[in-house]
């Protein structure tokens, strides 16, 4: 096996340079040549060309000191008995390349009042610190956020060294041809006031201080061409509109309790896997609370089971609830229901109403007033 790095060595003698040109007539090449004191060089050759070299200088009188591993061979030289050295430079090679193959950080940028869902999602898709690189393809990762999320322009995911960046662009995205999808108008998703309509392709049918409703169009997938006509297009644009979200939230304000009349029926029962035995009728109550306690006999192979029952009439008691009470833990579930519908909505507004229905259900509605885009595309 050819022995490869690097060794330094001296050279002492008369007429250094004859023996120099007499090394490169043998094709050897000094590396790294220096003169030291008088009629004396080191340099560095590989340890073949040392060997040669060696008889090459011998034959002509010249004195070649011991040859001494530099760089790569003499660290080899040195420690290649250390086997725990070399164990642990393996091992922390390999966990400096399987660090390197796993996400340690999922950065998001610009998501704007898209970064709470953007999360929540990317916690759906199990893309989170500690996944390795290879189970997130890029391209199906940046379609499936593009698809959830239609208001954004278009989103960027890469990485950078162990961190995935994931670059957000808010708008409206524009198609790379204008009639791509077919020709089609703009429409509001949903009632709202409209604030301002931002046309990027076709025919405004609504104008700013508007209200519009669920459906309504507005924008017209139309222009007009150079000769006149109406030509067919695909709409495009951007409504913001003020839209108001509620969520209503029912509670009865009545408590029913039972209350013991002081009647108990006892009913005791034997069952095993082909024999079952009763002692005592089940009473006819109406309202009752019941105890059971049951009892093991015998073991797997055959088990048997002794089963007793205590069946405590009861009437039921109407009352009614703390008023304070039910209005605050109704506030809170509308509350929380809205606050999950406008995850990535900016709230203008907020306000809670509370009313009672037929004497005895409460009824707390949670209102928001938001801005959002409400432009969606219907095709032709």
């Known amino acids: 096996m050819k022995k490869r790095g690097t060794v330094r060595f001296q050279v002492s003698g008369l007429s250094m340079e004859r023996l120099m040109n007499e090394a ?3 094709e050897i090449r000094l590396k790294n040549v220096k003169r ?3 009629r004396e060089i080191t340099a560095c050759l590989t340890p073949e060309e040392y060997g040669s070299f060696c008889g090459i200088a011998q034959e002509k009188g010249f004195h070649v000191g011991k040859a001494e591993p530099v760089g790569a061979l003499r660290i080899w030289e040195r420690d290649k008995k250390r086997w725990g050295l070399w164990a642990g430079l393996c091992i922390a090679a390999a966990l ?3 660090a390197l193959s796993m996400i340690w950080e999922v950065r998001i940028e610009n998501a704007g009042p898209y970064l709470g869902e953007i999360k929540a999602y990317l916690q759906e898709l199990g893309v989170r610190p500690g996944v390795r690189r290879d189970q997130i393809p890029l391209s199906q990762l940046q379609d499936n956020l593009e698809w959830r999320f239609p208001r954004i322009k278009w989103i960027r995911a890469e990485y950078a060294g162990t961190t995935l960046k994931i670059r957000v662009e808010e708008g409206t995205p524009p198609p790379l041809i204008a009639d791509q999808g077919g020709a089609g108008d703009v429409i509001a998703g949903e009632d709202g006031l ?16 508007q209200w519009v409703r669920a459906g309504q169009v507005l924008i017209r997938g139309e222009e007009r061409g150079q000769n006149g006509e109406l030509v067919p297009v695909k709409a495009r644009g951007e409504a913001i509109a003020r839209v108001w979200i509620s969520r209503r939230v029912q509670m009865d304000v009545r408590e029913y309790k039972t209350v013991p009349t002081g009647e108990n029926a006892i009913v005791r029962e034997i069952s095993a896997p082909f024999f079952h035995w009763m002692r005592g009728e089940k009473p006819d109550y109406q309202t009752f609370d019941l105890e059971r306690t049951v009892t093991p006999v015998i073991g797997v192979w055959f088990p048997v089971t002794l089963i007793r029952d205590i069946f405590m009439e009861a009437d039921t008691l109407v009352t009614q609830r703390d008023l ?3 209005r605050r833990e109704a506030g809170e579930s509308a509350w929380l229901q809205l606050k999950q519908a406008l995850i990535a909505d900016e709230i203008v507004d907020k306000w809670m109403n509370f009313s009672i229905i037929e004497e005895d259900t409460m009824v707390a509605t949670a209102t928001a007033e ?3 885009d409400i432009a969606r595309y219907r095709k032709e």
């Open 24 to 26: 490169c007539r043998h």
């Open 36 to 38: 030291g004191k008088y």
């Open 96 to 98: 400096l390349i399987f």
């Open 194 to 209: 409209l604030l301002r309509l931002n046309t990027f392709a076709g025919t405004p049918a609504a104008k700013a201080g």
């Open 324 to 326: 304070d009470a039910v």
């Open 370 to 372: 938001v801005r959002r």
